[in-house]
Every structure is written in structure tokens, then in C-alpha cells.
């Protein structure tokens, strides 16, 4: 979708971000279809008139909201931050970040699904979404496999994709439609799952 150029004052960063926050508030009680702009001004303290200054629609503004959650969804970079190496603890973390950040935006991420289904826009945006978690899972999983941990026989890319989809449907199930799993159960059988899926051995 084209974009606005960003604001070049302090003032109007200040804007915009707060009519990003005020539309996450919007759309996570009222939903995508029931969100109002007059709502999301209104919630971002702003004058009517400035949402257009910076968003052309609704659907823009909500992709906004997407994108600002998108990198924390993503956790790149868990073996550089946290100088975990072993494998099965490098997937464990990766699982636990992935799922807490989930559960911290879990009612955003429950509209977005039910976007997704009346939206070609937004079904292409979690198609990008979903293509870079199985790059980096995918890289991921090559590199074990070059190392002599991980199956050799196992595509990595398919591989990545059927692993990346059941932690996020699990992800969903559990904090967006309250399935009850215990938080460290569900962390624990999601990992050994990718373990017993990849032939893991140990580094």
C-alpha cells in the first residue's frame, strides 16, 4: 500500500505515534470492522482532521499497528542476545520469546487473523510475515543441519514452514482463543516437537 511520508517534526512524530497507539486501543476493544476513525482521534487526543494529515484510511493506520509489533513477533537475533548456543536451549528460547510476545499481543493478533480473511491486503502482509519467520527458521535449521546436529535428509524450508505454522496456530489457540495449556507445558512440548521433528543432537 503507498504510504505517507513520515512527519518531519517532533511534534508530528508525537502525533502519529499516538494515533498508532489510540488505533491499537480502537481496534483491539472494538475490532477492525467496528473501529471508527472519529474513535481512534479521539483516543489518540488529536483533532479529527490530523488523522488524515497521516493515514489515508483505517486500513493503513491498522497496518501501522501491525508493523509496530512486527519486529518483537520476529525475536531476531536470540543466540547473539542472550549467547545461547546449544540448540535445544537456542529453539527453547526462541519458542519462549515468540510466545510471550504473542501473549502480550494477543488481542491485536486475534483481529489481524479475522482481517486476514476479508482482506487481501492484510492476508498479504501475514504472508510476508510468515515468509520471514521460515527464512530465519530456515537458515536456522541449514545451519544444524551443515554442523551435523539436525537431519540432513529434511528440507529446510518445508521443514521450516510446518514447525514455524504449529507454534503459531498453538500461539493462537492458547492466547488468543483460551485454549488451557500451562505456559512452561506448552513451551516444553513445542520444543521437544521441533527437537523429535529435526533428529536433534546435542552441540
Do not use: C
Request: glycine share 4%; charged share 30%; aromatic share 8%.
Amino acid at each position: 500500500m503507498p504510504r505517507r511520508v513520515p512527519p518531519r517534526t517532533k511534534r508530528g512524530e508525537r502525533t502519529r505515534a499516538a494515533l498508532i497507539a489510540g488505533a491499537r486501543e480502537v481496534f483491539e476493544r472494538d475490532g477492525y470492522l467496528d473501529a471508527r476513525i472519529a474513535d481512534i482521534s479521539k483516543a489518540a487526543g488529536a483533532a479529527s482532521g490530523s488523522f488524515y494529515t497521516y493515514f489515508d484510511s483505517k486500513e493503513e493506520i491498522f497496518t501501522a499497528v501491525v508493523e509496530e509489533v512486527q519486529e518483537e513477533m520476529l525475536h531476531p537475533h536470540v543466540r547473539a542476545r542472550t549467547g545461547v548456543t546449544d540448540p535445544r536451549d537456542l529453539i527453547e528460547a526462541a519458542n519462549r520469546e515468540y510466545l510471550l510476545a504473542y501473549k502480550r499481543n494477543a488481542r491485536l493478533m486475534a483481529v489481524f487473523e479475522e482481517v486476514t480473511q476479508i482482506n487481501e491486503n492484510f492476508r498479504s502482509l501475514r504472508a510476508e510475515r510468515n515468509r520471514a519467520f521460515v527464512a530465519r527458521n530456515g537458515r536456522m535449521i541449514r545451519e544444524l543441519q551443515e554442523s551435523g546436529l539436525a537431519s540432513a535428509d529434511l528440507d529446510p524450508l518445508i521443514t521450516a514452514q510446518a514447525l514455524s505454522v504449529m507454534v503459531s496456530r498453538m500461539a493462537y489457540m492458547v492466547f488468543a482463543q483460551n485454549e488451557r495449556i500451562a505456559f512452561e507445558k506448552l513451551v516444553g512440548t513445542l520444543t521437544q516437537l521441533w527437537v523429535n521433528a529435526l533428529q536433534l543432537k546435542s552441540g
